[in-house]
Structure formats: structure tokens, C-alpha cells
């Protein structure tokens, strides 16, 4: 198990630093698009390999359905803190409503929950953006 989370953590930071090349701010995109998280799943603990090969772009929308109380969607730029599910940066973003939107900026963004064990159970996801 600390293998893996070694071996992820590490690609992460290499992602992480490829990401930061190319600018930063998040762009309202003219053709931006609607992402349902975990599609007819919603944003829950089987979520982590929904975006893999989706075109995301800055200004696209992450629309997350969950059941208020239940569980929560934080937003970060974190990759160790992601990775380890762990002291969660303090400027992170929290969402709590259970119908949350959130813009994507350009890069790599961290998505996890930090209610119960959540985050260790599997219910995080990263998300690049071009």
C-alpha cells in the first residue's frame, strides 16, 4: 500500500509541474461544457478514474451530485496532500451544497472529500485541463 502511494504521489508531482507550464487563470471558455461527475454515479467513492481521457478545458463545468452531509467535494492544487489524504490545505476550496458547480481553471486540479474516510476509501479524482 505505501508503494502505491509513493508511485502515485510521484506522478502527481511530475504531472503537477507539467501542468503549471502554460499559464494559470481560469478562462470562461465560449464552448465550455457541462461535466457530470461519476455520470449517473455521481460524485462518490467509485469516482477516482472517471476523468481519464476526457478533453477538459479551462472554463469547462464539474457539476457534482451527492447527498448534503454525507460527504463534501474539496478542491486543491495539493498533489501530496491529495495523494495522502492528509492535512488539507488551508485556501482549499470547500463545497458542501450536494449540487455544487465548479469552473475549471487550467492545469491540474485535486478533487477529494474530507468527511469520514472518504478520501482513503477512494472518493478523490485529479483533473487537468487544457
Not at 499559464?23 to 467509485?46: L, T
Request: aromatic share 10%.
Amino acid at each position: 500500500m505505501a508503494g502505491i502511494l509513493v508511485v502515485e504521489t510521484v506522478l502527481l508531482l511530475i504531472l503537477q509541474g507539467q501542468s503549471r507550464e502554460g499559464g494559470g487563470g481560469v478562462e470562461e471558455a465560449e464552448n465550455s461544457r457541462e461535466w457530470a461527475v461519476g455520470d449517473n454515479r455521481g460524485w462518490s467513492i467509485v469516482v477516482m478514474g472517471w476523468p481519464n481521457y476526457k478533453p477538459f478545458k479551462a472554463g469547462d463545468v464539474l457539476v457534482f451530485k451527492y447527498k448534503a452531509g454525507q460527504h463534501n467535494v474539496v478542491a486543491m492544487r495539493d498533489p501530496v496532500a491529495y495523494s495522502l489524504c492528509c492535512q488539507f490545505p488551508l485556501n482549499a476550496t470547500t463545497y458542501s451544497s450536494g449540487d455544487d458547480r465548479v469552473i475549471l481553471a487550467h492545469g491540474m486540479t485535486f478533487f477529494l472529500s474530507t468527511i469520514s474516510d472518504d478520501c482513503t476509501n477512494g472518493m478523490k479524482m485529479a483533473v487537468t485541463a487544457s
